[in-house]
């Protein structure tokens, strides 16, 4: 803490001298005596996408670390290749990134309620669940569009979604985006979960651990996130329903960027050098497709100890939108399922859940 240093010499006052006078010498003692704030010493940059979070922040501090969770998933991309390139760690310049690796949306829900994220990439069904549990959040970015299939194992006698009735069938949790989807499509046929009155029988497993569920005739059937949907495919299962089908012809937002609204408000530069790097991320992505898969494979390896074959992760690639914009009618959509299948009292507000201002600002939107 700073001292104010002891003067060798008594300072003696004139009795004249006046209340207001005195109290005037000792805020201007003080003021001299306070220590400033440090000016950035960041170059200004005419690069929209390069962040100034190596500034400091509102508070006059900076950010000493950013905590980001993602998902071992195609739809993550744009998160594994900003972690991988370190477009993240660039753009928050001297806030450290440290990374946490999930399985499923539940997942990231519990860790933000316990105060363990700042930030992630999630479905936006798990981001509304949250928001609508009290779970302070906020959505900035989309990351992913499409890039969900529903897949059929080898041996089964499931060959389109009415075939599902009376079948099990895998999520990646109970209330994930796929989850919602899968209703989605079975009302759309005529059929409903077991949850809703129905036959199907909706089981959450996590999307690496698929192909073996597939392998030991746990589940009929999977709607889940690439690449995990070619690997299914590669093993012999059969391909019900493509990305397109899921959903409006493939423009449905899958992932999201999520970021805690404390984290938000104490640290907007942060904040920015989030998204700077997040922005980055996916305009590589469609620039490199080369490093972008390496990247991809590298980080499903290290997260999953199983690599996906960079022909798995191509076909996977093509089948999904990396993009960081948001399809607003599909969220409205997940919201109104989300309520109907009781994960939700209501459907959230997007207008205080979605802010894209500061992603559009860097974009030059």
């Keep these: 803490m700073f001292q104010v240093p002891t003067a060798h010499q008594p300072l003696h006052l004139s009795p004249a001298l006046s209340r207001s006078t005195l109290l005037g010498v000792l805020t201007l003692l003080l003021m001299a005596c306070s220590p400033q704030p440090e000016a950035s010493t960041t170059?200004?940059?005419?690069?929209?996408?390069?962040?100034?979070?190596?500034?400091?922040?509102?508070?006059?501090?900076?950010?000493?670390?950013?905590?980001?969770?993602?998902?071992?998933?195609?739809?993550?991309?744009?998160?594994?290749?900003?972690i991988h390139e370190g477009t993240f760690q660039k753009s928050l310049g001297g806030t450290a990134l440290k990374v946490s690796h999930f399985a499923n949306g539940s997942q990231i829900n519990e860790a933000f309620a316990a105060g363990a994220l700042d930030a992630a990439y999630v479905g936006p069904g798990p981001a509304m669940n949250a928001f609508m549990q009290g779970v302070p959040l906020k959505i900035y970015a989309g990351a992913a569009k499409a890039g969900a299939v529903l897949v059929a194992r080898e041996g089964s006698d499931v060959e389109d979604v009415p075939g599902l009735s009376g079948a099990a069938v895998a999520v990646p949790t109970r209330g994930s985006t796929q989850d919602i989807s899968l209703r989605h499509l079975l009302h759309?046929?005529?059929?409903?979960?077991?949850?809703e009155g129905g036959d199907v029988t909706i089981v959450p497993i996590n999307p690496a651990d698929m192909p073996a569920a597939f392998s030991t005739g746990q589940v009929e059937a999977a709607l889940v996130q690439e690449p995990w949907?070619?690997?299914?495919?590669?093993?012999?299962?059969?391909?019900?329903v493509d990305e397109r089908g899921i959903w409006a012809d493939g423009d449905y937002t899958t992932t999201v960027l999520v970021?805690?609204?404390?984290?938000?408000?104490?640290?907007?530069?942060?904040?920015?050098?989030?998204?700077?790097?997040?922005?980055k991320a996916v305009n590589l992505v469609t620039e490199q497709p080369d490093v972008t898969v390496k990247a991809v494979a590298d980080q499903i390896e290290e997260m999953t100890d199983k690599r996906p074959a960079d022909d798995e992760l191509e076909a996977a690639?093509?089948?999904?939108?990396?993009?960081?914009?948001?399809?607003?009618?599909?969220?409205?959509?997940?919201?109104?399922?989300?309520?109907?299948?009781?994960?939700?009292?209501?459907?959230?507000?997007?207008?205080?859940?979605?802010d894209l201002s500061v992603i559009k600002e860097l974009a030059g939107e």
């Design 259 to 279: 970021v805690s609204t404390e984290y938000a408000e104490q640290h907007p530069e942060a904040l920015r050098g989030l998204l700077a790097g997040h922005l």
């Design 188 to 195: 759309e046929n005529g059929l409903a979960a077991t949850d």
């Design 43 to 82: 170059p200004a940059s005419n690069d929209t996408t390069t962040a100034t979070s190596a500034e400091t922040d509102a508070s006059g501090t900076e950010a000493a670390e950013l905590r980001l969770g993602v998902f071992p998933n195609v739809t993550h991309t744009a998160g594994l290749v900003g």
């Design 317 to 354: 690639l093509a089948r999904t939108d990396v993009s960081w914009d948001i399809n607003l009618d599909s969220m409205g959509e997940y919201a109104a399922l989300n309520e109907e299948a009781g994960f939700a009292r209501q459907s959230p507000d997007l207008n205080e859940l979605v």
């Design 229 to 240: 949907g070619v690997v299914l495919e590669n093993q012999g299962g059969k391909l019900i």
